[in-house]
């Protein structure tokens, strides 16, 4: 089973910029899909971008063109640019990752990090 653990988070202002990584280890991490979700006060958690083993993306339509989801399989790393950042932005992001095995698809949650834009 793969442990993650999210890093990056921040307070920024409107238009600004942040990084967030999540650092898997357990498991083989080239075997897994991975994804970033968010999660807003009294909301239910979205999906925010994901990436699957062999580098094909995905993107929320609040986010395209803003953020970007990248992979390092030699550092166990999944890496959310987030470009040009929005006060609705603000959420608590959380790192999943999913692998199927003997038919049932299996996916592993992170801590999560709080992202705050605001001025």
């Known amino acids: 089973q793969v442990q993650l653990v999210e890093s990056g988070g921040g307070l920024v202002q409107p238009g600004g910029s942040l990084r967030l990584s999540c650092a898997a280890s357990g498991s083989d991490f080239r075997l897994y899909a991975m994804g970033w979700y968010r999660q807003a006060p009294g909301k239910q958690r979205d999906m925010v971008a994901s990436?699957?083993?062999?580098?094909?993306?995905n993107y929320a339509d609040s986010v395209k063109g803003r953020f970007t989801i990248s992979r390092d399989n030699a550092k166990n790393t999944v890496y959310l640019q987030m470009n040009s950042l929005k006060p609705e932005d603000t959420a608590v992001y959380y790192c999943?990752?999913?692998?199927?095995?003997?038919?049932?698809?299996?996916?592993?949650w992170g801590q999560g990090t709080q992202v705050t834009v605001s001025s």
């Open positions: 990436i699957t083993r062999g580098d094909s993306t």
């Open positions: 999943n990752a999913g692998i199927y095995s003997g038919g049932v698809y299996y996916t592993n």
